[in-house]
């Protein structure tokens, strides 16, 4: 059963009109007590009727009930900006032919730090769904479907017992395209640079190393943290410990540090050391040398993404079981030549 305005303000200990003007943004009240309010509406799971969003009328922001839905990226995806705004402008883009909005929303690092802002969204516009780019919680995920029953994860793995719609990157198929890659230039030790090992890009590349480890004479794994400078210190550290690789895998960000690294310690790249990431981003191309990479199609992670959101708004039940994966592709650059 739906939670009312009447069951929030007792529990706040407020009039209704107050939970209203909350809603609204209208009227005066403390920060303190709208706080206190949009925490109890997060705890009970409120969520505004279509009568008290088309109250905000004076609000330049709204728009027509359901028009507008929420593209939420995860906490892990401030290192990946440049990937991530290609997948908001496939997103963009797509919206436009079914007269869709996306509203940008960056996750904090709790449902109820993001749920706020949610709230705002679905009282100003009527959020007709959710698309949910990079890492979330489990628990995250099912909190959301309870306020939105139209959700679709995108780019990140989804495990098989949540029903989820998800559009995924071939991130396993990617890394194993890049390991392969040195593997026919002739690499023999090779190290892997990852993200935090929690991370589901970070679990494909440990995963496909580990696959791997015949292909080579070493395979290792470094951890770092999708940064330039993660990369940049990642080598320096191994080179100081006395390892030597001839082959670098990691994500674009940080083989631009590595990059760097190897350069400053006199290695000529791909002479020496052959780098290759993942990604695609331009900065990669601009590199020197220019980085190899792997490519995923941002815009159609994005665009597919509002298709399938699409499908599920218009009442397909099949499509929440759905689960579509974007190819991966090997663009070869000086970097491994």
Known sequence: MSVSITQVAVKAGVSSMTVSRVLTDTGSVSDKTRKRILKIMANLGYVPSAAARSMRSKDTLRSIAGSCFALIFGVDTQNADEFFCG?????EKESVNYNLCPLQVHWQESFNASFPRLQTISAIT???????AGQFSRSDIEKIQKHTKNVVVIDSPVAGDIEVASVESDNSGGCKLA???LAERKCRRVLV?????????SQAMMDSARQFSDKFECIEIAEADYTIQGGRDVIYKQWKNGKRYDGVFSNDTMA??????LSKLGLKIPKQVKVIGFDNIVYGECSLPPISTIDIDKAKL???GVKTLVAMIRGNKEISQIKKVIPAKLIIRESTF
Do not use: D, Q, W
Request: a positive charge.
């Open 179 to 181: 390991l392969n890659h």
């Open 256 to 261: 631009l540090g590595a990059n760097y690294a």
């Open 126 to 132: 009527g959020m007709c769904g959710a698309i949910l």
């Open 302 to 304: 994005g665009s597919e």
């Open 193 to 201: 640079i990852t993200g935090p090992k929690t991370h589901y890009f």
């Open 87 to 91: 997948v908001a402008r496939g997103a």
